[in-house]
T-cell receptor
Framework: GIQVEQSPPDLILQEGANSTLRCNFS?????LQWFHQNPWGQLINLFY???GTKQNGRLSATTVATERYSLLYISSSQTTDSGVYFC???????????FGKGTLLTVNP | ETGVTQTPRHLVMGMTNKKSLKCEQH?????MYWYKQSAKKPLELMFV???????ENNSVPSRFSPECPNSSHLFLHLHTLQPEDSALYLC???????????????FGPGTRLTVL
């Protein structure tokens, strides 16, 4: 099956800093979602982005499908951005999202 | 997000108990999913239903028994669980099974299960 690698595994920031999270995947995809899991376990949809670039407030994401990676940018980070960020691509061959191990982000005040 | 709800939010049970987890989606979706999230591991897909028909059973032990009575409701019946089954159980739904490119899965808040 498709392999998904997220980096870095852990990231600690001061409030106001910017960051880039990376997701590499091993197969061609027709869907890729980014999620934020808050400390209570809720998975929140951030982006549906199989290719191209999207922006939503302080967050933006870029997927380069031909090179099999996606990036999540967080600007002017806030303490409420803390949590785990998951990348989940879906290969062309089936309907299943495959989750990476996530990046644990801690934003300190 | 309140489009997908799960109850209970927390559950503690003994190994001999029988309990059920409930998921309800209010999005008019046709596909529903159960995932398991154990500590330090990626989310694992357990079951998938499309139009109330099970289409995926990912080598899950028989002590987990799913039920989908209609496209809005999904249950996970639990019996004689083991302590290693303690985890966060997440339900999700999507418009369809996601074979097309325009699909997104929406997750419920999860049930945190502890098996003693």
């Amino acid at each position: 099956g498709i392999q998904v690698e997220q980096s870095p595994p852990d990231l600690i920031l001061q409030e106001g800093a910017n960051s880039t999270l990376r997701c590499n995947f091993s197969d061609s995809v027709n869907n890729l979602q980014w999620f934020h899991q808050n400390p209570w376990g809720q998975l929140i949809n951030l982006f549906y982005i199989p290719s191209g670039t999207k922006q939503n407030g302080r967050l933006s994401a870029t997927t380069v499908a031909t090179e099999r990676y996606s990036l999540l940018y967080i600007s002017s980070s806030q303490t409420t951005d803390s949590g785990v960020y998951f990348c989940a691509p879906r290969p062309l061959s089936n309907y299943k999202l495959t989750f990476g191990k996530g990046t644990l982000l801690t934003v300190n005040p | 997000e309140t489009g997908v709800t799960q109850t209970p939010r927390h559950l503690v049970m003994g190994m001999t108990n029988k309990k059920s987890l409930k998921c309800e989606q209010h999005l008019g979706h046709n596909a529903m999913y159960w995932y398991k999230q154990s500590a330090k591991k990626p989310l694992e897909l357990m079951f998938v239903y499309s139009l109330e028909e099970r289409v995926e059973n990912n080598s899950v032990p028989s002590r987990f028994s799913p039920e989908c009575p209609n496209s809005s409701h999904l249950f996970l019946h639990l019996h004689t669980l083991q302590p290693e089954d303690s985890a966060l159980y997440l339900c999700a739904s999507s418009q369809d099974l996601g074979r097309g490119s325009q699909d997104t899965q929406y997750f419920g808040p999860g049930t945190r299960l502890t098996v003693l």
